[in-house]
T-cell receptor, first 115, second 112 residues
């Protein structure tokens, strides 16, 4: 069974640029969630995708957007990068079944540095 | 969003039990208590969860207070590989969105 994978591992961008991060879900999982983790902080929920549609969003501006594909993989896009966007971006996959006990499985993350 | 409170850091010696506390005084009746941990340079990984009763699995035990306003994650014999940040999370399924609300967690150091 393949776990959650993310690419790239590390990325350096300059302020104002755009970035796309990618995530492949664990086999059989139909839901993808994205989190931002600043240094020394816990992860913060960005949004979740289920059946290729956004299924909930945290307190992040519209320049953070995403996609989910038919094979349940996902992308996180960030436009007009700001210095504060520097963080570890985590993707988590799960099975959406309405159960409170659905476990989210996390990938290793993409470290984004904005200069 | 319901919040949790954890100590910033704890220390343990290898082979000793570790009790990681968590306060969640605003927990609602349907909130499950989840614990995740994050090892250095990795994404968080699931440890255990529970609702009202104490729970055991191969990784740890979860003791939940009778009023559910606090819980304790128990590692029965700490190993060096257990050094990580441990997050106590109330599972939020409001509006059908299953999101995890992380706090700053407890950094556990394990000494040989």
């Amino acid at each position: 069974e393949t776990g959650v994978t993310q690419s790239p591992t590390h990325l350096i961008k300059t302020r104002g640029q755009q970035v796309t991060l990618r995530c492949s879900s664990q086999s059989g999982h139909n839901t993808v969630s994205w989190y931002q983790q600043a240094l020394g902080q816990g992860p913060q929920f960005i949004f979740q995708y289920y059946r290729e549609e956004e299924n909930g969003r945290g307190n992040f501006p519209p320049r953070f957007s995403g996609l989910q594909f038919p094979n349940y993989s996902s992308e996180l896009n960030v436009n007009a990068l700001e210095l504060d966007d520097s963080a570890l971006y985590l993707c988590a996959s799960s099975i959406h079944s309405g159960s409170y006990t659905d476990t989210q499985y996390f990938g290793p993350g993409t470290r984004l540095t904005v200069l | 969003d319901a919040k949790t409170t954890q100590p910033n850091s704890m220390e343990s010696n290898e082979e000793e039990p570790v009790h990681l506390p968590c306060n969640h005084s605003t927990i609602s009746g349907t909130d499950y208590i989840h614990w995740y941990r994050q090892l250095p340079s990795q994404g968080p990984e699931y440890v255990i969860h529970g609702l009202t009763s104490n729970v055991n699995n191969r990784m740890a035990s979860l003791a939940i207070a009778e009023d559910r306003k606090s819980s304790t994650l128990i590692l029965h014999r700490a190993t060096l590989r257990d050094a990580a940040v441990y997050y106590c999370i109330l599972r939020d399924l409001s509006y059908n969105t299953d999101k995890l609300i992380f706090g700053t967690g407890t950094r556990l150091q394990v000494f040989p």
